[in-house]
Every structure is written in structure tokens, then in C-alpha cells.
């Protein structure tokens, strides 16, 4: 049951990812715990220790919002 309940929450927390305006949140770090968005911003500590303090018990969902006016490009090792 633990499992499905763990599941279920990251399933929330996706769900309010894809829901976010990409567009307004480009180049912006996103904290979302429990299926809500507790912010965003470019200081993804301050953000994590928000999230910490309002849901001491639960792991929170970071990412970063790609912004389209970037090009990123990923190098290998060996180059």
C-alpha cells in the first residue's frame, strides 16, 4: 500500500508539472510537492527550503523549465 500511496503523489505532482505555463516559467527552477506548486524562481535552495518548511514529510519535485530561446548542447566525457 505504501507503494501506491508513493506512486499516486509523484503521479500528482506530474500532473501540476504539465499543467504549468512553460512560456512564464522558462529558465526557471519549479518545487512542487503534494500536487501543488509551492514556487519558482532561479534559487532552487530557497525554493527546497520553502517546500521543506510548509511539507517537512514529503519529497518534493524539482525541475528546471527549458527555455526555447536556448540551445543546450550536451557534450560526452571522451570531447
Known amino acids: 500500500m505504501g ?15 504539465q499543467s504549468l505555463d512553460q512560456r512564464r516559467l522558462a529558465g526557471k527552477f519549479v518545487v ?16 527546497l ?9 514529503e519529497i518534493p519535485f524539482v525541475a528546471r523549465i527549458r527555455d526555447p530561446k536556448r540551445l543546450y548542447i550536451l557534450r560526452g566525457a571522451n570531447e
Open 32 to 47: 512542487i510537492v503534494a500536487g501543488k506548486l509551492i514556487g519558482s524562481g532561479k534559487k532552487v535552495i530557497k525554493l
Open 3 to 17: 507503494c501506491y500511496n508513493d506512486l499516486m503523489k509523484r503521479d500528482k505532482n506530474w500532473t501540476c508539472y
Open 49 to 57: 527550503q520553502k517546500a521543506r518548511s510548509a511539507y517537512p514529510k
